[in-house]
């Protein structure tokens, strides 16, 4: 067994891993290019399935399409193998629910679960992702029934939203900084 001294450096550097794999997911979720551009070095290549690019090219094909979709991803099961000094491997559940705009004028949900594995790279003190493979498990298409625009939630004043919309960005003390 390591050290006291050992373990709480293993710990501290998975407790950071971690936190790059919640940033990214509040990062789509509320359509925040900047976060994202913090997730990821810019040399980095994400193979997201029906996608593969770099940072840039991933937020120019991902965010419009988002446009008028809500989205909420949770991520899972988080295994972080620290292999060298500055490079990681992760391997994490995520659950995306998708609601999104149909071509028929209603709604369209689409949940997909797989795992995001990804190498991380640390540079100076700072981990982020350096390359993401993204294997789905499942998905599921259905017709939506949400009702935006009337109804019971209609007029909420902390809907979620994209930034700086949504209200993360009011009620954050760091604001649209984050």
Not at 2 to 15: Q, V, Y
Not at 122 to 135: F, N, Q, Y
Request: charged residues 30%; glycine residues 8%.
């Amino acid at each position: 067994m390591a050290d006291t001294s050992e373990a709480i450096r293993i710990l501290t550097e998975k407790a950071a891993i971690t936190d790059v794999l919640h940033r990214y997911c509040r990062a789509v979720d509320r359509r925040d290019a900047d976060l994202l551009r913090r997730v990821y070095w810019p040399d980095a290549i994400d193979d997201h399935a029906v996608f593969k690019g770099n940072v840039e090219e991933f937020i120019a094909y991902s965010f419009p399409f988002l446009e008028g979709v809500m989205t909420q991803h949770t991520i899972t099961n988080i295994m972080i193998d620290l292999t060298g000094p500055d490079e990681a491997f992760s391997e994490c559940y995520f659950s995306g629910f998708h609601d999104l705009p149909a071509k028929d004028g209603g709604r369209l949900e689409r949940p997909v679960g797989g795992r995001y594995l990804d190498l991380h790279e640390r540079r100076g003190d700072e981990w982020r992702i350096k390359s993401r493979t993204l294997a789905i498990d499942w998905y599921n298409e259905r017709p939506g029934n949400s009702v935006w625009d009337s109804g019971r939630y209609a007029n909420l004043p902390h809907r979620g939203g994209a930034k700086p919309d949504d209200p993360l960005y009011r009620l954050h003390p760091w604001g649209t900084k984050l």
